[in-house]
Structure formats: structure tokens, C-alpha cells
């Protein structure tokens, strides 16, 4: 199996395991991803999910470029829409999900980053969609989710050039949230653990509600939002945080 799936604690941390060919994803590792995010999403105990590369050179160099010559058409647009499918299945994960851009991370392995909820990068990190190159364009959904991130006009400067950015200009833009020295596994709990201890279900009601923003006119998001605060107004962790408030206690939250 290329792509390990372990825990730390609560929890889960997923290394796509091809340092030979800089974690590079065969349609058979992507196959293997999306059986990873759905044992995953059964997993009752884990409150965030940590996603990185192994080696230390790549998160990922993207889509296995030796698979993709000389392909009938329809496989082609096939595989577009199965790496497509299996990184949306990180918007509906029930955790969030944090990249750990460790190296390279470049076309399809930095749209596996783009479709996690947040991206920490080591210094060494270089990122881009360079598919211009090889005269082809994004297909694991970057020229929907970078514009989203970063802007029409820096995710159309990053896909016409193809160029290469460095860790402190993805964090300029907001293309990571965040650049780390050091252990960057160590920096992923630390950075999970700002939130994982808050009600996984209002956790989700907020990534729910945030994920409707880009897409909906914004009284409609209002509306969205309406809904899913009195959601979570009427959780029973709702009740025990603002009870909590009033008792000047720590709030004991069961995710109910
Ligand atoms: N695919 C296959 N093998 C790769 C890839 C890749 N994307 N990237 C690197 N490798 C392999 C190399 O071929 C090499 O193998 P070998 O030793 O057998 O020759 C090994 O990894 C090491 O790579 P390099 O020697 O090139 O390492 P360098 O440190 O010199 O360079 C780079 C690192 C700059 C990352 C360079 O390897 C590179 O440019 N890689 C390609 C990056 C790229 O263009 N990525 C985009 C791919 S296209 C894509 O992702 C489209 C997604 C949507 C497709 C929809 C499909 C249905």
C-alpha cells in the first residue's frame, strides 16, 4: 500500500508513501486516498485529519505523468472527475483536514492540498500548478478551488504561468495559512489542537456554513448560516458552553 494511514492520538495522519517518484499519484494511490478519507470518516474518534508526503523532498509532485500519455479520451475525462470525486470527499468529511506541505507540492498534489480545510508549509515547501507546461490545464479541481482561496486574478497569474512559489509567497496570498520550522507534524497537532477539543458537530455546522459562502448569494448564506446557528444553538454542547460562560468553568463538550 503507497498511502498509510495511522493515528496520532485523535488523530489521524495520512502519508502518501512514492518518495522514489516524489509521491506522485497513479490513479491506484488516489483509489487508495479515497478508501483512506472514507475509513476515515468511520472513525468515531478522530477529530482532525493530518494529510502529508513522505521523504523530504515532496507533499506531492502531482498526477503520475508516465499514466497519463496516449489515453482515450472518455478514461481522461473519467480520471479527471474520480481524482474530482475523491478529493471532495474531504468537504464532507466529518473533520476538518490539514495538509502538511513538506516539499514539493505541485498540479495534482496541490490540489489535494487546496481541497483540505487548511494548509501548513515548511520553509522548503515550493508550490504551483505547472500543467501550462505540459500543455494541459488543472484537473483535479485547482481552477475551481484556487480561485476560490486566493482570487481570480493570483490563481490565473499561478495557472497561465505555472510558476513556482515559495512557502512565505503562498502564505503572502493565503494560499497556506501558515509557514512552520521545524517538526511539521509536531506543528499539525499543535495546529489541530486550537480546535479539536470544540464540539465536532458545531465544528462541522461552522465548515458547512463557510463552504456555502462562495457559493451562494449572500442572502442566501444568511439564511444558511440562520439555519445551521440555530442548529447549533440547540446541541446540547451549545448548552453546556454558555453554561459553562456563566459557571466561569471549562465547558465539557460530548460532541452531542
Ligand atoms: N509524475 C511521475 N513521476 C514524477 C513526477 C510526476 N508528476 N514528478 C516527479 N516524478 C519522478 C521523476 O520522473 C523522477 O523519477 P526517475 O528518478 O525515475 O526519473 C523522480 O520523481 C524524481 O524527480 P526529479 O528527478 O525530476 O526531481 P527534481 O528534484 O529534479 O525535480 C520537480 C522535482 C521539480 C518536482 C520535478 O520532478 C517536476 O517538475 N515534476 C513534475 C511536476 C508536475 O508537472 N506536476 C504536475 C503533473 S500534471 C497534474 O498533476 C495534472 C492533474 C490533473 C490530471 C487529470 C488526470 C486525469
Redesign the pocket.
Known amino acids: 500500500m503507497t498511502i498509510e494511514l495511522s493515528r496520532l492520538d485523535n488523530l489521524a495522519l495520512l502519508t502518501i508513501n512514492r518518495p522514489?517518484?516524489?509521491n506522485?499519484?497513479s490513479?491506484a494511490i488516489i483509489q487508495e486516498i479515497g478508501s483512506a478519507l472514507d475509513a476515515v470518516a468511520g472513525m468515531a474518534d478522530v477529530r482532525a485529519l493530518l494529510i502529508t508526503g513522505a521523504g523530504d523532498?515532496?507533499f506531492c509532485?502531482?498526477?503520475?505523468?508516465?499514466?497519463?500519455r496516449n489515453?482515450p479520451l472518455i478514461?481522461?475525462?473519467?480520471?479527471?472527475e474520480?481524482?474530482q470525486g475523491v478529493f471532495a470527499k474531504l468537504d464532507t468529511l466529518p473533520v476538518a483536514s490539514i495538509a502538511l506541505i513538506n516539499g514539493?507540492a505541485?498540479?495534482?498534489?496541490?490540489?489535494l492540498a487546496l481541497a483540505c480545510t487548511f494548509r501548513l508549509a515548511s520553509p522548503v515547501a515550493?508550490m504551483?500548478?505547472?500543467?501550462i507546461?505540459?500543455g494541459?490545464i488543472?484537473?483535479?479541481g485547482?481552477t475551481q478551488r484556487l480561485p476560490r482561496l486566493v482570487g481570480e486574478s493570483r490563481a490565473l497569474e499561478m495557472i497561465l504561468t505555472?510558476r513556482?512559489l515559495n512557502a512565505a509567497e503562498a502564505a503572502a496570498i493565503g494560499l497556506v495559512n501558515k509557514v512552520v520550522e521545524g517538526d511539521l507534524i509536531a506543528a499539525g497537532k499543535a495546529f489541530a489542537a486550537e480546535f479539536a477539543g470544540y464540539s465536532l458537530r458545531t465544528l462541522e455546522f461552522a465548515r458547512r456554513a463557510v463552504q456555502r459562502a462562495e457559493k451562494l448569494p449572500l442572502v442566501e448564506g444568511l439564511r444558511v448560516e440562520a439555519d445551521l446557528s440555530t442548529l447549533a444553538y440547540r446541541t446540547a454542547d451549545a448548552e453546556e458552553g454558555m453554561a459553562a460562560f456563566e459557571e466561569k468553568r471549562r465547558p465539557e463538550f460530548k460532541d452531542d
Open positions: 522514489h517518484a516524489l506522485a499519484l490513479f523532498k515532496a509532485a502531482g498526477a503520475d505523468i508516465k499514466e497519463l489515453r478514461d481522461q475525462k473519467r480520471g479527471s474520480f481524482g514539493y505541485f498540479g495534482g498534489g496541490l490540489e515550493r504551483g500548478l505547472p500543467e507546461k505540459l494541459l488543472p484537473g483535479y485547482g505555472g513556482t
